[in-house]
């Protein structure tokens, strides 16, 4: 089992940054992918982010592109997402979640992930 927490969430003005974290406890966090997803409200919760086990490979869904940035510290058990230019359609619950993943690739779906967090809020005001 690993207990996933994520924290940094907060309203800021379009064009800010703003750095959401993911603390994993419990089994080793080490061998499994992660992945960023956000859930706006009467919107499916959609894929944002995904990083492998070792941080060598990471995918982004189209809009956030360019924007923003994930990446994982082990030795912390810890998953960052570094969001760039935010904008208001950016608004959402952002989760953290964690995959047992061994094919090619990174999932997208979110019936591959396993575990997740509670989520932390992000707002993003015009």
């Known amino acids: 089992q690993v207990q996933l927490a994520e924290s940094g969430g907060g309203l800021v003005q379009a064009g800010a940054s703003l750095r959401v974290s993911c603390a994993a406890s419990g089994q080793s966090f080490t061998i499994y992918a992660a992945g960023w997803f956000r859930q706006a409200p009467g919107k499916e919760r959609e894929f944002v982010a995904g990083?492998?086990?070792?941080?060598?490979?990471?995918d982004y869904v189209d809009s956030v592109n360019g924007r923003f940035t994930i990446s994982r510290d082990n030795p912390k058990r810890t998953m960052y997402l570094q969001m760039n230019n935010l904008k208001p359609e950016d608004t959402a619950v952002y989760y953290c979640?964690?995959?047992?993943?061994?094919?090619?690739?990174?999932?997208?779906?979110?019936?591959?992930?396993?575990?997740w967090g509670q989520g932390t809020q992000v707002t993003v005001s015009s």
């Open positions: 990083i492998n086990w070792s941080g060598s490979s990471t």
């Open positions: 979640a964690a995959a047992r993943w061994t094919r090619p690739g990174l999932p997208r779906d979110t019936p591959a992930y396993e575990f």
